[in-house]
Nanobody, 125 residues
């Protein structure tokens, strides 16, 4: 069973920065891609960013230029550096791991096979 753990959430002021970390373990596997999603209070889960095993990165339009995702495929880890945070970035951030081929788009939660419990990010005005 694959186990996914996130860390690095917290409370930050508008304009501040946070780095989220994700580590997947358990069994022998190599991730195809790893992604970050967030869910605001009362909202749906939405795509934030993803990184593939070859290092290609993808971002939601709302975070382009502010967030940077990086990954280590050999270690099955992914980090999300978040700069210039805004109150609308507030939410529970979850890490997702894809280990099987999928025809779902990269920004679809259905593409991913395993999820972490999430870490809270709160940006104060």
């Amino acid at each position: 069973q694959v186990h996914v753990v996130e860390s690095g959430g917290g409370l930050v002021q508008t304009g501040g920065s946070l780095t989220l970390s994700c580590a997947a373990s358990g069994g022998t596997f190599r991730s195809i891609s790893m992604g970050w999603f967030r869910q605001a209070p009362g909202g749906d889960r939405s795509f934030v960013a993803a990184v593939t095993r070859t290092g290609d990165t993808y971002y939601a339009d709302s975070v382009k230029g502010r967030f940077t995702i990086s990954g280590d495929n050999a270690e099955n880890t992914a980090n999300l550096l978040m700069n210039n945070l805004k109150p609308e970035d507030t939410g529970v951030y979850s890490c997702a791991v894809q280990i099987r081929s999928s025809y779902y788009y990269r920004n679809s939660p259905d593409r991913y096979d395993y999820w972490g419990q999430g870490t809270q990010v709160t940006v104060s005005a």
